[in-house]
């Protein structure tokens, strides 16, 4: 899958710019501010139906202006297909493929898959649990709208169980409302926990290999799913938390509580990790996810790579540089501000490429 050509008009600080696309690699070079990683979160919001940055849509409005327009025209499998993405202050998105408006956005998700590596997946490591949950979930959704489904479900009813422990604060629970999201937490949870723990261990796999090939093998490193509740046994740990939960007014326990613990030679590489090895470590992740959604979707993702060489040593470069010149990726889009890094990529890789300048001006073509 590849994308052939994409518009931005008014999102973020881009006023507007026609990008026709190589089918190989896609550099984008200029200084920081110019608007380059917002060219990447334009990719990501035709695929996911979002920012990468989880903002609210109308703060991807270009300020001063009234709406924002993204399109961008892909091959898959042969098929062409065009995607409509705009937003009006004020008025619901609207979102078509094909010149057809989508019933549900969540019907789109999957269709052009996409991994994204930004300076923000720091939050991967030092924020908190809801930001590797989101991950994962954003993984497993491209590939598998099952679960995309009972997500939507848990959360929902994740919702109304915590406004009902809130209107029942102080006073008696109506015990057969309750036993009813409690139902329903359960039926979807616990398929959803399954499936993340199987996605986890899959992943650990080429995670590893990634992270030898990244640090030549010098650094042990592990990913390991931790829940709230034993497997098939929400709807237990949900009934035997009721009066904690009573007591806290919101639910205590369920996947919407799980984390994965990312460790380092044992320990949290949150605590341990230097910032290259953070970046070694994520980079490795991110990968990962790549060759994760290459074999359930049979597809190869658009690849993103937003800035990824900043503040890494001259080694921990070097094995960046020889992981995206392998085969195994396809269509690729970097930003960076030095040159010398874009054109190392493009020696050892001898695909089709183009370069791009951002600028005060504009997104320009440069001769190679």
């Given at each position: 899958m590849?994308?052939?050509s994409v518009t931005i008009v008014n999102y973020k600080n881009i006023e507007e710019a026609v990008i026709e696309c190589s089918p190989g690699f896609n550099c984008f070079i200029g200084n920081n501010g110019v608007?380059?990683?917002?060219?990447?979160d334009a990719l990501y919001h035709l695929s996911m139906c979002r920012s990468y940055f989880n903002l609210p849509d109308a703060q991807n409005i270009r300020h001063g202006e009234p709406f924002f327009l993204l399109q961008g025209r892909y091959e898959r499998d042969d098929e062409a297909i065009d995607i409509h993405c705009g937003l009006k202050r004020g008025e619901r998105k609207v979102f078509k493929r094909n010149k057809k408006s989508y019933e549900r956005l969540s019907d789109h998700i999957g269709l052009l898959p996409l991994v994204m590596i930004s300076p923000a997946d720091a939050l991967l490591i030092d924020g908190g649990s809801e930001e590797r949950r989101r991950f994962v979930d954003g993984v497993i959704s491209q590939c598998d709208k099952e679960y995309l489904l009972r997500l939507i479900r848990y959360n929902r009813a994740l919702a109304q169980r915590n406004s009902l422990l809130k209107a029942c604060a102080g006073?008696?629970?109506d015990e057969e409302m309750m036993a009813a999201w409690d139902e329903q937490l359960a039926e979807n949870g616990n398929v959803i926990l399954q499936k993340r723990e199987a996605f986890?261990?899959?992943l650990e796999t080429e995670f590893r290999l990634f992270h030898d090939q990244l640090v030549e093998g010098r650094e042990q490193v592990a990913l390991r799913y931790v829940a709230t509740a034993p497997p098939g046994g929400l709807l237990a740990a949900l009934r035997e938390s009721l009066a904690r939960d009573r007591l806290l007014t919101y639910t205590t326990v369920g996947i919407h509580r799980d984390d994965i613990a990312l460790t380092l030679e044992g320990y949290p590489v949150k605590k341990l990790g230097s910032q290259g090895q953070k970046k070694s470590f994520l980079a490795a992740l991110k990968?990962?996810?790549f060759t994760y959604l290459t074999?359930?979707?049979?597809?190869?993702?658009?690849l993103l790579?937003?800035?990824v060489f900043d503040k890494l040593d001259a080694g921990r470069v070097s094995q960046i540089v020889q992981v995206v010149s392998g085969n195994r990726f396809g269509q690729v889009f970097i930003t960076d501000t030095n040159r010398e890094h874009i054109d190392e990529i493009l020696r050892l890789h001898a695909v089709e490429f183009k370069i791009f300048r951002v600028d005060e001006q504009g997104v320009t073509p440069l001769l190679p």
């Open positions: 590849i994308i052939k608007g380059k990683t917002n060219i990447l006073r008696g629970v986890t261990r899959e990968f990962a996810q074999r359930i979707t049979g597809m190869k993702p658009l790579l937003d800035d």
